[in-house]
């Protein structure tokens, strides 16, 4: 048999093993030598997505992020974005507790390689507890000016906290710093709510709702004054036949400076008791402002006129004489 007649023998089996071979090579050439100029290998720092973890459930500690080295096309690989790289763990059916969970990646292009290619993974239930706030302030008001207590409110006065079991409970208190520092008027802030243990450090890691609170108060002066009417007092009895026309005061008001809650709610003062016993003509008489829980009188002592005179019905008409 010549070569001619090898050749044409078969002849479309040959054609199909000579492309299968070529394609072959070509793989291969390409696959082994990656640094030919339309190949290009690269790696990303990806974050780790977590699938398939139960609602009532949380990741309370695993590593934030892995590098995945990928491998494709040049063009598409200056392209690719970060987002282009995904990373996740399954953590179907997983309970509280800790495991080592395999990382899987995928990508546009060929995953080469993952780092690390397992993660540790601790999972806690996840709770939610109600908690009332605190407000603490810094610094001090203005000189001579002190923070109304009775004007404080914070809108809400309690937060909702949502997170893990192990961290919710280590909760002590939530705080709300309000700084008042040289403050001389009334404050209205937006303030956040600082989580801490009971050593005081702060807590992170919750989700607090709401994120900010409103604290709203009054600085005020130091000393609070205010001006009320004196009522005076009387003690004794007039003689027969005599009334008190009139009582005046050298001064009708007085000032008081308030000094606790109970001075707040003071709205006149009374003299000690002017004594009328057996008098019979006007008079004059200095005596003292009654103390009073909760209040300091500036000006203790004032005067008391009284006027007296005799009833009309007992002054006598003289009589004329009938001619």
Known sequence: MGMTSFLKKDINLKILSLVFAIFLWVYVYYKDTPFQENVAITSFVVP??????????????????IFVKVRGNKDIISDLKAGGVRAS??????????????????????????????????????????????????????????????????????????????????????????DISNADLSLKKME?????DKQGKIISGLNVKPSEVEVR??????????????????????????????????????????TSEEGKSVQSVSTSPVDIDKKTEDFAAKVWIVPMKGINIINNT??????????????????????
Do not use: C, W
């Not at 005020?220 to 005046?248: H, N």
């Not at 004032?302 to 001619?323: A, W």
């Open 217 to 258: 108060i009054d600085i005020i002066p130091d000393k609070m004054y205010k001006t009320v009417p004196i009522i005076p007092s009387i003690t004794g009895t007039l003689p027969a036949g005599y009334v008190i026309k009139e009582i005046s005061l050298r001064h009708a008001t007085t000032t008081i400076e308030i």
């Open 89 to 178: 763990v399954d953590l179907s059916n997983k309970s509280t507790g800790t495991y080592r969970v395999l990382v899987q990646a995928s990508s546009l292009v060929e995953v080469v390689s993952v780092e690390p290619k397992a993660v540790d993974v601790k999972i806690d239930k996840l709770i939610e507890k109600n908690l009332d706030l605190f407000l603490e302030f810094e610094g001090k008001p203005k000189s001579g000016y002190i923070v109304d207590k009775d004007s404080i409110k914070i809108l809400p006065e309690s937060v909702r906290l949502k997170g893990p079991g192990e961290i919710v409970n280590n909760v002590y208190k939530v705080t709300i710093k309000l």
């Open 48 to 65: 780790i997505e977590v699938k398939g973890l139960s609602s009532d459930l949380t990741v309370v500690e695993m590593q934030d992020d």
């Open 302 to 323: 004032v005067q008391v006129v009284i006027r007296i005179d005799k009833k009309i019905d007992s002054l006598k008409t003289p009589l004329r004489e009938t001619n």
């Open 192 to 196: 956040i709510p600082l989580v801490t």
